[in-house]
């Protein structure tokens, strides 16, 4: 233990941690120090001081490299491409080669839920409903017209982990069997002050916060879980978000389409409403399939238009993917680009005090699951209606709320009645 402590020092004046020397130094029981000794053990302080180091250094894109993305419109379709797709997805299906994964490791802030998203209840015209138990309705849907049990993977993070399972444990997972939901934890990293020092919390450890949904790579292989994946025969595997009500979790037309279009990708988007919308899009970057944040792209594009009179890049990110194996395979061996986000974090200051910050203080830095499709030179997209598909609750008022999502959800249920 003294050995790891001295080298544990040693590494961190290295990294000019001076800060948490200096709390080590004066505060810290040898309990205290055994804890942050086994931490720093799992912590590559170089990346972090490496991301720290780029943090304001966002990479900036030539617009000259940016272009539109060919999509396919459900609507559009004849009723042969229909048929077919349909077919193709439902052999999937049926042949058990779908599984479903939920990404339920985001913090939820804006909302401000207490407890992991999915625990979240919402007033529907069907009642109330947790964003869990509207998953497992989609899932239960599926099951009974396709005659199979989905497996269900549920990506948690360190932080919600606990509470994610024992919430489902005492819902009896809302009826789903027990045996095909797995749970699997994202990865993290340390958060680090604008001055350079890791952030210390409360419990005199390390904070280290969820490294976004990119994580999901990494994270899969890590678990195991798509070695399981491949024994059992998956193929396919949808991945959504937790919090988007009108969700589609079982498509086979996006599969068919997928398949059909030899495409080992592809994801769902919605029309952009309007050029100043905030939110990502599909183009293509350097040749290669790539979403685009609404900050990243040049006013002048946003507002192009193309020769039906449709925003050139306006097909949007619903967080509604589909990938082959192959595809979660090849990823899991990537290394995806961290984006940076300054956020508020209370800490140890370096005599061990407790600082409340009232304003951003430090960064905290997020991989991308769509940053995935850059290692692609392909995807398909298939547009659908924002109205059938696209219910998100991010905020806890205004758009995008649990009010604005249960009147999409409600409306779509009494259009679908019969
Ligand atoms: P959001 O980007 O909306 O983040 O996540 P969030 O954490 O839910 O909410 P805010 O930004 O803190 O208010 C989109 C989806 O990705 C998942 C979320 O759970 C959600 O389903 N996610 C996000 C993760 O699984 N891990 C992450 O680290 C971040």
């Given amino acids: 233990m003294k050995e790891n402590y001295k080298e544990t020092i040693e590494k961190l004046k290295k990294y000019k941690q001076n800060e948490i020397v200096n709390i080590i130094a004066k505060k810290y029981t040898e309990e205290e120090n055994c804890k942050i000794v086994e931490q720093?053990?799992?912590?590559?302080?170089e990346q972090v001081i490496e991301l720290y180091k780029n943090a304001e250094n966002i990479p900036s894109i030539d617009e000259n490299k940016i272009e539109h993305i060919q999509y396919t419109d459900?609507?559009?379709?004849?009723?042969?491409q229909f048929k077919e797709y349909k077919q193709i997805g439902i052999d999937v299906i049926k042949n058990n080669k779908y599984a479903v994964i939920t990404m339920a490791g985001g913090q939820g802030t804006r909302l401000g839920h207490k407890g992991p998203k999915g625990t979240f209840k919402i007033d529907t015209i069907n009642g109330e409903k947790y964003l869990f138990q509207i998953i497992v309705e989609s899932l239960q849907k599926a099951n009974k017209k396709y005659d199979v049990t989905i497996p269900w993977y549920i990506m948690t993070s360190e932080d919600n982990n606990d509470q994610t399972v024992e919430f489902l444990e005492k819902n009896n997972y809302f009826g789903y069997k027990k045996e095909k939901v797995k749970f699997f934890k994202q990865g993290k990293v340390p958060m680090i002050k604008t001055d350079g020092n890791i952030v210390i919390d409360q419990n005199k450890l390390i904070k280290e916060a969820s490294d976004g949904n990119g994580s999901i790579y990494k994270s899969l292989k890590d678990a195991e879980l798509l070695k399981e994946m491949k024994s059992q025969g998956i193929e396919w595997i949808f991945v959504g978000g937790v919090d988007n009500i009108l969700?589609?979790?079982v498509d086979p037309i996006l599969t068919g389409l997928t398949i059909k279009e030899n495409n080992l990708i592809s994801s769902k988007s919605v029309v952009k409403k309007n050029a100043k919308e905030k939110v990502g899009v599909f183009c293509k970057l350097n040749g290669v399939p790539k979403v685009i944040e609404y900050t990243e792209l040049p006013e002048k594009m946003a507002e192009d238009i193309d020769e039906n009179g449709e925003l050139l890049y306006g097909e949007v990110n619903i967080l509604s993917h589909l990938f082959n194996i192959k595809a979660l395979e090849k990823l899991a061996e990537q290394k995806l680009p961290y984006h940076t986000a300054f956020k508020k974090s209370n800490y140890l200051n370096e005599f061990g005090e407790f600082i409340e910050v009232l304003e951003p203080n430090a960064y905290k830095f997020e991989s991308y699951i769509f940053d995935g499709f850059s290692f692609?030179?392909?995807?398909?997209i298939l547009r659908v209606k924002r109205e059938d598909e696209f219910a998100p609750i991010k905020n806890a008022t205004g758009s995008d709320s649990p009010?604005?999502?249960?009147?999409?959800?409600?409306?779509?249920?009494e259009r679908n009645k019969n």
Avoid at 40 to 45: D, E, M, Q
Avoid at 74 to 80: A, I, R, W
Avoid at 403 to 413: F, G, S
């Fill in 40 to 45: 720093l053990k799992n912590i590559n302080l």
């Fill in 247 to 249: 969700l589609k979790i």
């Fill in 376 to 380: 692609f030179d392909d995807m398909s």
């Fill in 74 to 80: 459900l609507n559009s379709l004849s009723n042969e």
């Fill in 403 to 413: 009010e604005t999502a249960v009147k999409l959800y409600n409306d779509y249920i």
